[in-house]
């Protein structure tokens, strides 16, 4: 068990809607990293977050968004939502924002867009 | 462009079977190099950070090495329950907390 938890686990749902996805740091962790992960592109980094602010920004599509709250838990809302959308959104966190910590993964949530 | 290239794609060993995985990388400049794994269903594990040239790091049957180009993860006398996919990753300055991934080799250990 990483310390990293993400829910939902499982998501369905249809073209042209908006999701949430959210995720807690291990415990004592400032840093939040989404990432996508998708059969044809592997995992591909979308956004880091350190302590509420934004820190390094990967190909997120503007229809994605993010944020990291006071508690440091974090969200990352997908709308308007394409079948490519389908894909595992995993969440990492590291202790530091630019130090070469490890980044722990969560178990991700498995998108499905019908 | 910074990018990170895995072989083989695929590799069945038998249980005692040693080998070798390769993760090739092209950085402006290395931060840290890093490899996970990853089992079905699940998120990625954290194995080991390289940071330089000639550096070694060892848990259980897995030893992993860095060269200025790539990165080798050798397994010595797997077990079926080494079986996984290792992905390896590049962390470069400039670029914040931002991981590069490989694609990955599949690992498969048969009794």
């Known amino acids: 068990d990483s310390g990293v938890t993400q829910t939902p686990k499982h998501l369905i749902t249809a073209t042209g809607q908006r999701v949430t996805l959210r995720c807690s740091p291990r415990?004592?962790?400032?840093?939040v990293y989404w990432y996508q992960q998708s059969l044809d592109q592997g995992l591909q980094f979308l956004i880091q977050?350190?302590?509420?602010?934004?820190?390094a920004k990967g190909n997120i599509l503007e229809r994605f968004s993010a944020q990291q709250f006071p508690d440091l838990h974090s969200e990352l809302n997908l709308s308007s939502l394409e079948l490519g959308d389908s894909a595992l959104y995993f969440c990492?966190?590291?202790?530091?924002?630019?130090?070469?910590?490890?980044?722990?993964f969560g178990d991700g949530t498995r998108l499905s867009i019908l | 462009e910074d990018q990170v290239t895995q072989s083989p794609e695929a590799l069945r060993l038998q249980e005692g079977e040693s080998s070798s995985l390769n993760c090739s990388y092209t950085?402006?400049?290395?931060?840290?190099l890093f490899w996970y794994r990853q089992d079905p269903g699940k998120g990625p594990e954290f194995l080991f950070t390289?940071?330089?040239a000639g550096e070694e790091k060892e848990k259980e049957r897995l030893k992993a090495t860095l060269t200025k180009k790539e990165s080798f993860l050798h397994i010595t006398a797997p077990k079926p329950e080494d079986s996984a996919t290792y992905l390896c990753?590049?962390?470069?300055?400039?670029?914040?907390?931002?991981?590069?991934f490989g694609q990955g080799t599949e690992l498969s250990v048969k009794p």
């Open positions: 950085v402006s400049g290395l931060r840290g």
């Open positions: 990492a966190s590291s202790v530091g924002g630019t130090e070469n910590q490890p980044q722990h």
């Open positions: 977050y350190y302590n509420g602010e934004e820190r």
């Open positions: 990753a590049v962390r470069s300055y400039n670029q914040g907390g931002k991981l590069i």
């Open positions: 390289l940071y330089s």
């Open positions: 415990s004592g962790d400032l840093s």
